[in-house]
């Protein structure tokens, strides 16, 4: 069984910024699996923002938020994180942390595992 567990959403002006983090755990989680967060406003599918590999650091953007966001990971605390500035308020959603093992994807359908999601509202 593999945990996600997000936490650093919140409230915050458009032009301010927030750092999400997803700690990963458990006995099947494999740290070769790209880690993603991906997000779901209201009345919206949801959607991929960014992914990254442990292994290699390659990392992948959806075109909305590049230059503004950041994913990285520390691999020693099995943690990766989403740097957010220049928010928008057009990125108010409720973001997940996933993964997929089977490798990168953008689409929702191809992630397995799934974190209980954080709220993040940009107010203009």
């Known amino acids: 069984q593999v945990q996600l567990v997000e936490s650093g959403g919140g409230l915050v002006q458009a032009g301010g910024s927030l750092r999400l983090s997803c700690a990963a755990s458990?006995?099947?989680?494999?740290?070769?699996?790209?880690m993603a967060w991906l997000r779901q406003a209201p009345g919206k599918e949801r959607e991929f923002v960014a992914d990254i590999r442990w292994s290699a650091g390659l990392t992948h953007y959806a075109d909305s938020v590049k230059g503004r966001f950041t994913i990285s990971r520390d691999n020693a605390k099995n943690t990766v994180y989403l740097q957010m500035n220049s928010l928008k308020p057009e990125d108010t959603a409720v973001y997940y942390c996933?993964?997929?093992?089977?490798?990168?994807?953008?689409?929702?359908?191809?992630?397995?595992?799934w974190g209980q999601g954080t709220q993040v509202t940009v107010s203009s």
């Open positions: 996933a993964s997929a093992p089977g490798g990168h994807s953008y689409s929702p359908l191809s992630y397995d595992y």
């Open positions: 458990g006995r099947t989680f494999s740290s070769s699996w790209p």
